[in-house]
Structures are given as C-alpha cells and as structure tokens.
C-alpha cells in the first residue's frame, strides 16, 4: 500500500477563520484527539505571532507523544528562533517554513527579484538546519507561480536541506488538472526530488480543495495538508476526513490510503466544531448530519432491500455506532457507564460522577436521553475557562403585549450573587441587557447561532455566540433543554473567555500565510 501522509492544519490555518480563536487548553485538547484520530503530523500553530501562540504550541508540543508537532515560521531567523524555542521538549519536532514566490507576491507583497526570494528562502533553510531535522519549505501561492520558477525553488530547498516541499494552492485558485501537473512537473524535471516528499495545501475558494488534493495524489504528492470539517481562512482548507474517505471507498483507483483511525473521524469532528463554534453544515460530505440520511422513497427502497444501493460508506466506517442502550430518569449509574464505554468515553471516578450529576438532571426533563445528548452534556466543557462569572438564576416575562423583561442572578467571583433585572427587544435581548448591566462589560454581540442537539420538543438546545470588545473576539457556547437558558450561558461563556483572553493577549496575524 502506498501511504499518504496527512499534515493536519486545523489549529493553525483552521484557527484562521474569522471568529475563531482557541485558548491553550482546547489546543492541547484538540491535538491529543487528533493523536488519537492517528494523524501524522499536526501544526501547532505560529509561535513568532504572539508569546500566546509559542506558549500554545510548546503546550501541543509536550502533550503529545505520537505525532511530528510542526511549528508555522516565515523565512527569518527571529521566526525560526521562536519555532526553536516553542518546540522545546517535543518528541519528534518539525518547523515549516514559507517564502511567497508568485510573480503578484514577488512584485506587491515581498518587492523582491526572484534571485533575492532563492536567496533568502536558501538562507532561512540552512539556518533552520542547524537546529532542526525535519524541514517543510512551502513556497507560498505556489499554483500562480511560474512552472520553471517553482522547479528551480523546489531543487534549491532540496539542496539547502528541505525534506519536504509543500504545493499550497493560497488562493484556491487551482484546477485539478493544472494542480495535478505541477506535481507531475516537479517529478519529472527537479534533480534529487526522491529525496524529499511532496505535499500538497490546497484552500476551497473555488470549490475544489479536495479535488485538487485528490489530483495532487495521483500524480506524485505523498503529503495532503487539510483541516477537520475543512475550517480555515476564507473558503476554508481540504477537508482531511473528505480525503481519507475518498482514498478508503476508492482504494482500487487511487491505489493508496492513509493510516488514520477512521473510527475516530466522528468524534474528531464534533470537537473540533465545538471548540471553534463553527456548526458542521448539514449536507457536508462524509460528517454532515444528513451524511447517513435517505428521504427519498426510492432510495429508502433501496436501502431496505441493500444498503449498497445508495449508501457506498457505512456509518460505522467514521464511529457513529448507535447503542440499542436506551437511557431515562431510571437509569443507574452502572448502565450510565457502560454506555460511556459504548460511546468511548473513559472518566475516572470524579469526572463520571460529575457526568452523571449532569445526566441524571437531564433525565428529569427528558423521557429519553440520547447518544447526541450525552455526547453533548460530556463535551460541553471539555477544557475549563476560569469562571469570573457563573449563572445562578434567570427569569424571563414576556407576552405580545408588553415589553419583554429578564431578572438574572450571577455568581461574581470574589463579590457573591448579584441580581439585575433589564427589558429588551425580545427575550434574548433583555437577558442580555441584564448581563451587561450586571458586569458591566461593555461588548458587541457578533455572533448568534442555535441548533437542536438531537430530535423532539424536549431535545436539547445548544447556542453559540461571539463577542467581540475592543477588537478582541471571543466565542462561547450554552447547553440546556431551555433555550433561553442557554443563550444567558453562552454569553456568561463567552464573557468568561473574553476576561481570559484580555490577561493574557494574543495577536492574530491576519496576513494570508500558505
């Protein structure tokens, strides 16, 4: 079998994305699954960017054992310097280096000659090499690049000490078949290009970042570089469970397939949507919540006669397995267990009994608790903010002919319980006014989204929203049978995080990197 590598991005190019922006804990939270999802090298992040990024990328770096840890550095000696110390106490530490060589980058971004942009790249390789094994050169907005110009990039990182060259299509501007035939160029026309391995970075501005990566596949590329739901800047990246599925499902075609534990794609999945706040859309392929679903008559015909009639990938393939374990108000703790295990979850004592705390309230307002509403209640707060405020109590009036009221009482840490009644708009709105009037923060909503986590009138509801305060955004998120409920927690999240985030600032880079 030949094995493609997979280069996962997410807590980098996918922390990107606008609204985005995950604490340190949620970093280390989501590389230890992506260890356990089996991916083979996971980018950190980009430590020269602000001491917060390097502290969460040494973080990444300590936390996980069983995976290349690469740090994101321009092509500058302070940038390799900041990967280096980042990257302390890593087990298998890489940096990758990026350098624009498109005649736009060249001309507007850099004002650089191409002698200069060989020259400084060369450079920036060879001092990395001192310090580093593993080396990734990518030279940025490659597909716009000039083909005889990225051969000559792409043989001088070879023989200043690359071991792998990475093809980012920066823009999405690619199609498969130009995409494909660099790759076939570069196999063909660059001196030593066994040496190294090829990887392709592909963006979705056009639709087609998984096309392109698949393209890139067939024709040489040993590396695709991607995202979790295919989150990122813009458009966003390859969808990594999108490549390994199609390399799975079409193994007689491509003839190579990745190592990843695909059981563990589901669950990847959902955390990775949880932790950045940005929903999985429905139709998306592979990990969408119609991904599995047949309404069509003649397909559920099919279906019922042979599922290979219009289901080519089985459920069970990416871990969603659903347990004939049903569980309700008279459930034990002993079957509350059993059906954790079922779901792969392992608590100790403390954290289960917590987890069946939660349960057990649920229970009280729900006839049955589902697979989805225990995965939500167990991942609710996987990784915790320092809680400067804490719901305690909410009232809400309202009827169509008078002005809708909220009377909220919050726990302020180091001051006790505070209560404050406001009016709004609307219900959401007044509870809102009544947090503001009680902190006393002063932010913008930016952000407002709500979506059932399972089926039926009593489903749990699960609210998302960013607030952003003097340029800072932060996103939090709030889980309860009531929704109101949970729009007042996911404010009071949000609010938490924003305080968080103001002790201990990170710049966010907002320049187009690979």
Do not use: W
């Amino acid at each position: 079998m030949r094995k493609i590598y997979i280069f996962d991005t997410t807590l980098r190019d996918g922390e990107q994305s606008p609204g985005v922006n995950l604490n340190t804990q949620e970093k280390v939270e989501i590389a230890l699954q992506l260890e356990k999802l089996g991916v083979d090298r996971i980018e950190a992040g980009f430590p020269a960017a602000s001491p917060g990024d390097l502290a969460a990328v040494n973080a990444v770096a300590r936390a996980v054992k069983n995976a290349t840890i690469i740090g994101l550095s321009r092509s500058r000696t302070q940038d390799i310097d900041a990967v280096r110390e980042a990257l302390k106490g890593a087990e298998d530490p890489c940096i990758h280096l990026f350098l624009a060589t498109s005649p736009i980058h060249r001309q507007h971004k850099l004002r650089m000659s191409k002698e200069q942009v060989l020259e400084t790249a060369e450079a920036a390789i060879r001092y990395a090499k001192q310090f580093f094994s593993k080396i990734e050169f990518s030279p940025e907005d490659a597909g716009r690049t000039e083909l005889d110009f990225l051969c000559e990039v792409t043989e001088m990182a070879i023989r200043a000490g690359a071991t792998v060259v990475n093809i980012p299509d920066t823009v999405g501007y690619m199609t498969p078949v130009e995409f494909g035939n660099i790759f076939k160029t570069l196999r063909e026309k660059v001196p030593g290009i066994e040496k190294i391995q090829l990887s392709a970075h592909c963006h979705d501005d056009l639709g087609m970042a998984t096309a392109n990566a698949l393209a890139a596949i067939e024709n040489g590329a040993e590396q695709i570089e991607g995202t979790i739901n295919g989150i990122g800047e813009r458009a966003g990246n390859t969808a990594i469970e999108e490549v390994a599925l199609a390399l799975e499902t079409r193994f007689n075609y491509y003839q190579a397939k990745t190592t990843l534990n695909l059981k563990e794609i589901a669950r990847t999945s959902r955390l990775v949507s949880k932790l950045t706040g940005m929903p999985v859309p429905g139709n998306k392929a592979i990990v969408g919540a119609n991904a599995f679903a047949h309404e069509s008559g003649i397909h559920q015909d099919g279906m019922l006669k042979e599922k290979s009639t219009y289901e080519i990938i089985s459920p069970e393939t990416i871990g969603l397995v659903e347990s004939k374990l049903v569980l309700g108000k008279h459930s034990g703790r002993h079957a509350f267990r059993e059906k954790l295990i079922d779901l792969g979850y392992e608590l100790d004592d403390e954290a289960l009994n917590e987890a069946f705390a939660k349960f057990k309230d649920l229970a009280d307002k729900k006839k049955q608790v589902s697979d989805e509403d225990i995965r939500a209640l167990l991942e609710e707060k996987l990784v915790g903010t320092p809680e400067v405020y804490r719901l305690e109590k909410l009232q809400v009036a309202y009827d169509n002919r008078s002005v809708p009221s909220a009377v909220i009482a919050v726990n302020v840490q180091g001051e006790g319980v505070k209560e404050q009644r406001a009016e709004g708009n609307g219900s959401v709105d007044a509870i809102y006014n009544a947090i503001d009037a009680l902190t006393g923060e002063q932010v913008e909503l930016e952000d407002y989204a709500i979506k059932s986590v399972s089926q039926g009138k009593d489903a749990l509801g699960e609210v998302y929203v960013v607030l952003g305060q003097n340029g800072v955004s932060a996103q939090g998120r709030g889980l309860s049978t009531d929704i109101l409920e949970a729009s007042a927690r996911a404010y009071i999240d949000a609010l938490n995080r924003l305080i968080e985030r103001r002790k201990s600032p990170r710049r966010r880079d907002r320049m187009s990197l690979i």
